[in-house]
């Protein structure tokens, strides 16, 4: 089946920790991307990538750091510079200007 | 930065009614879509309106652009009670990036 899986569904991190979520397409797209989302509200860019070995920061880059080395591979890592990394997490990829296709999500909580 | 704004912010209806749900932005775009997305899942397209576009369908859904005013419409009709889900609007910008910038959603409950 084609599609975009990401990886845990839920994931906890203790204080001063990276953790990183993973990302994985095989449809084939150049472009990936990384949402955040906080409870009742939309989604926050985090980085976008339109191909490999290249990405631009969104709107929310602080704390988060990525990777493309693969066309079909996009990890976020959530670091311990982003002091308030409690959200649900979504990965996405797309050709061209066109729709998106998404994951499943992450729950990242704080413990 | 937020370039889609829905409304309302939460729509409550009985089944078989028709729900109305509307999005503004800011700038000129190239695009308009429309996603859904069921609690705590990831969000699945439903449909995209060019901005050379007034109207498109797709099953029983309708969608609206006015790209004078700067909004949109999605018209959801004989809901379901399996409508129920958060609904967003995205947009491009035009000349811009490949990135959508989403709306904060709304939220449909279609009560049976």
């Known amino acids: 089946d084609g599609g975009i899986t990401q990886s845990p569904k839920y994931l906890f991190r203790k204080e001063g920790q990276n953790v990183t979520l993973s990302c994985e397409q095989n449809?084939?797209?150049?472009?990936m991307y990384w949402y955040r989302q906080d409870p009742g509200q939309g989604l926050r860019l985090i980085y976008y990538?339109?191909?490999?070995?290249?990405?631009q920061k969104g709107d929310i880059a602080e704390g988060y750091s990525v990777s493309r080395e693969k066309k079909e591979s996009f990890p976020l890592t959530v670091t311990s510079a982003q002091k308030n990394p409690t959200a649900f997490y979504l990965c996405?990829?797309?050709?061209?200007?066109?729709?998106?296709?998404f994951g499943s999500g992450t729950q990242l909580s704080v413990l | 930065s937020q370039q889609g704004e829905e409304d309302p912010q939460a729509l409550s209806i009985q089944e078989g009614e028709n729900a109305t749900m509307n999005c503004s932005y800011k700038?000129?775009?190239?695009?308009l879509q429309w996603y859904r997305q069921n609690s705590g899942r990831g969000l699945v397209h439903l449909i995209l309106?060019?901005?050379?576009?007034r109207e498109k369908h797709s099953g029983r859904l309708r969608v609206t652009l006015d790209t004078s005013k700067k909004s949109s419409s999605l018209l959801i009709t004989a809901s379901r009670a399996a409508d129920t889900a958060s609904y967003f609007c995205?947009?491009?910008?035009?000349?811009?990036?490949?990135?959508?910038?989403f709306g904060k959603g709304t939220k449909l409950t279609v009560n049976p």
């Open positions: 996405a990829s797309g050709q061209g200007a066109g729709k998106l296709f």
């Open positions: 449809l084939n797209h150049d472009a």
């Open positions: 990538s339109q191909i490999v070995n290249d990405f």
């Open positions: 700038t000129s775009i190239n695009n």
């Open positions: 309106i060019r901005s050379n576009e």
């Open positions: 995205a947009t491009d910008v035009e000349g811009g990036s490949e990135k959508l910038v």
